[in-house]
Nanobody, 120 residues
Framework: QVQLMESGGGSVQPGGSLRLSCAAS????????MGWYRHEGKQRELVAVI??????NYGDFVKGRFTISRDNAKNTVYLQMNGLKPEDTAVYFCDADVNIDHVGSTWTGWGQGTQVTVSS
């Protein structure tokens, strides 16, 4: 079993910054990829993802404002968000694809989410 624990959400004014963290724990051999998605209503969209070799991919709306990084030793992924806009308001979810043994078994799942609110 794997658990994902997000932290770092909150309220900020437009133009402000937040740093989200997501720590994975449990039966982890290695992590293939970790990422962030956000939900606004029924829509889910990719914010950023980082793979085990450090390759990254961002949603089009990010436009250089956010940076995803990971600490493999801590099984943790970070999302540094700068230049936040009101339209960035959403629940941000961490997800991970995890190897849980040495014979190819994997776990994929989500954390509980953290609210980000951008308003003046």
């Amino acid at each position: 079993q794997v658990q994902l624990m997000e932290s770092g959400g909150g309220s900020v004014q437009p133009g402000g910054s937040l740093r989200l963290s997501c720590a994975a724990s449990g039966s982890i051999v290695s992590i293939n990829a970790m990422g962030w998605y956000r939900h606004e209503g029924k829509q889910r969209e990719l914010v950023a993802v980082i793979t085990s070799d450090g390759s990254t991919n961002y949603g089009d709306f990010v436009k250089g404002r956010f940076t995803i990084s990971r600490d493999n030793a801590k099984n943790t992924v970070y999302l540094q968000m700068n230049g936040l806009k009101p339209e960035d308001t959403a629940v941000y979810f961490c997800d991970a694809d995890v190897n849980i043994d040495h014979v190819g078994s994997t776990w994929t799942g989500w954390g509980q989410g953290t609210q980000v609110t951008v308003s003046s």
